[in-house]
Nanobody, 114 residues
């Protein structure tokens, strides 16, 4: 069973930056794509960003502010978030899949507040 462990969440002021990390328990090469989702209180889970190889896709609300990436040497995926807004407050989840199944982390809380 693949495990995904997110880290890097916390409290940040509006306009600030955070970098979220996602560590899979197996090789990053086991997966073609990885995604970051977020879920704010009372809202449905929302796809924020997807990385497939070197290609990245973003939801409109974060395009230009967030950047998804992977570090093969460290076996990690990242979500660099800048220009954070209060509406970015949510639990952020890492997600990936392969032919064996779909995998989720437990999430990391990002709170944007002054």
């Amino acid at each position: 069973q693949v495990q995904l462990v997110e880290s890097g969440g916390g409290l940040v002021q509006p306009g600030g930056s955070l970098r979220l990390s996602c560590a899979p328990s197996t090789s990053i090469f086991d997966f073609t794509s990885a995604r970051w989702y977020r879920q704010a209180p009372g809202n449905e889970r929302e796809l924020v960003a997807t990385i497939t190889g070197g290609d990245a896709v973003y939801v409109d609300s974060v395009r230009g502010r967030f950047a998804i990436s992977r570090d093969i040497a460290k076996n990690m995926w990242y979500l660099q978030m800048s220009g954070l807004k209060p509406e970015d407050t949510a639990v952020y989840y890492c997600n990936t899949n392969n032919f064996r199944g779909t995998y989720w982390g437990k999430g990391t809380l990002v709170t944007v507040s002054s």
